[in-house]
């Protein structure tokens, strides 16, 4: 079985660790625990000031003022920013729950956190815009950058995934304080972009999650180790951050059924909110792994949503899951230069394959140790997820959509 990447500084690249402050007193940008707690607890300052306001008025003890909260956490000094926000030791204490490592909050200034890795593009600022709608004018949204090394195998892409904090930070401010009704209605944006060794300050964790069969088929019998990485970022994400809700992109669709399996099996204190596909104009899904196709597999690469589109064309012609499947594969298998991963019909929340196709892995391929072979009924109903996977030269791909069969 392939071997994580190891957690150390040096996955980390240098060019990710310096990024200029936010030009916008309503955006904090924070690396590391410590600075995260001080900005979060700005929201913890405000819900008691809120609450002493309600009980009669009394003085504003961590300033409820917005702009006045902002300036304390930014100043131009992200250091000084944290200081000026109040210690992390006080954080802790703020507002009567454990700070960063304790549990999520009910009540307070309402919080989202949208889970990225950066590069952002369209369909993370889609995310964003979600996050921002559900938390309103004075709530918080944290957007977190963290190419997270524990869920790349050996060999997979970690060190040339694109890192581009200063553009993202950028491209965040520029959401917020666009005019009008593009912009960003919330009340604060805090980025945070921590290092390996503040994610994983003791190296590699020692306490790890179990994914569970759903992570053993489809994009976990070509990678493995995938979600497990995944799940235990993304469970120390939801506690440092303690958000209200926590937005997840339909294209991730695996990922998406694990998150919600593991906030339910674990009762994680979350909601967790699925966004849909952002697709460019000729219909390929947004990546930020596209950045490495080449003009020609650009267009290659179409394939993958021209499958889709088959699939779902069967379906309104009333074949049956493995009629779709078959639509979806005879699509990719003609395309120049994609090499077909898997296409598979399952249902979105268990990942039961319904094609009969020994979940969509090509050629009868072997599952991996440990693989749990999930039956599914003969009659599924509701929506169903077509999913694929494809390389287009030496890129990955993933693309999938929800279809109705009749
Ligand atoms: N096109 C998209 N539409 C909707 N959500 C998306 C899209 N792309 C990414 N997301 C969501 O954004 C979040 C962060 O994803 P990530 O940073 O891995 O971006 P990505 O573009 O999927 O990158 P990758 O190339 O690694 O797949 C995930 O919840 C993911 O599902
Ligand atoms: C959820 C996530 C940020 C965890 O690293 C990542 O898997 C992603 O970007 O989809
Ligand atoms: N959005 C998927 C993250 C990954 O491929 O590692």
């Known amino acids: 079985m392939p071997m994580t990447t190891p957690v150390s500084p040096a996955s980390a690249p240098a060019s990710a660790s310096a990024a200029p402050a936010p030009r916008c ?13 001080a900005a979060l607890a700005v929201d913890e300052g405000a ?3 809120d609450r002493a306001d309600s009980v009669g008025g009394a003085d504003r003890v961590g300033g409820g003022d917005k702009t006045d909260r902002a300036d304390r956490v930014n100043g131009g000094d992200r250091a000084d920013g944290a200081a000026k926000a109040g210690s992390a030791g006080a954080a802790r204490h703020a507002g009567g729950f454990a700070g960063a490592g304790g549990v999520p909050r009910a009540g307070g200034v309402p919080r989202a956190v949208v ?4 590069a952002l593009h369209q369909g993370h600022f889609d995310l964003v815009a979600e996050a921002a709608r559900r938390v309103g004018a004075d709530g918080t949204v944290v957007v977190t950058i963290f190419v997270n090394p524990l869920q790349f195998a050996a060999g997979e892409d970690l060190d040339a995934y694109p890192r581009t904090l200063e553009a993202d930070v950028e491209g965040l401010t520029a959401a917020l304080r666009a ?10 944006l805090i980025v945070f972009a921590p290092a390996p060794e503040v994610m994983y300050p ?14 053993t088929v489809l994009e976990g019998a070509t990678r493995p180790t995938h979600f497990a990485g995944v799940l235990q970022v993304v469970l120390t994400l939801m506690h440092l951050t303690r958000p209200h809700w926590a937005l997840f992109g339909r294209k991730d669709a695996q990922q998406l059924a694990l998150v919600r399996a593991m906030v339910r099996d674990l009762a994680v204190p979350v909601e967790i909110v699925p966004v849909d596909i ?4 000729d219909g390929l899904a947004m990546s930020s792994r596209n950045a490495y196709l080449s003009a020609r597999e650009r267009e290659q690469a179409l394939a993958l949503s021209q499958a889709l589109a088959a699939g779902r064309e069967a ?53 991996p140790a440990g693989a749990v072979e999930l ?11 077509l999913a694929l996977a494809a390389r287009v030269g030496t890129t990955r791909l993933i693309d999938n959509a929800l279809i109705d069969l009749r």
């Open 115 to 118: 889970m990225t890795m950066g």
């Open 202 to 215: 003791n190296g590699e964790p020692s306490v790890r999650l179990d994914p569970g069969p759903i992570a």
């Open 25 to 37: 007193d309503r955006v904090t940008l924070v690396r590391s625990r410590d600075e995260l707690a």
């Open 315 to 367: 379906a309104r012609a009333g074949a049956d899951a493995a009629g779709v499947r078959t639509a979806a594969l005879e699509v990719l298998e003609k395309a120049p230069g994609v090499e077909v991963d898997y296409a598979a019909v399952v249902d979105p929340d268990s990942f039961v394959d319904l094609s009969g196709a020994g979940l969509g892995l090509p050629g009868g391929s072997v599952q």
């Open 47 to 49: 819900d008691r000031a």
């Open 375 to 385: 039956a599914g009924p003969s009659q599924p109903v509701g929506p169903v997820l």
């Open 179 to 188: 005019p009008g009704e593009d912009g960003l209605a919330v009340g604060r």
């Open 278 to 281: 952002r697709r460019e104009p």
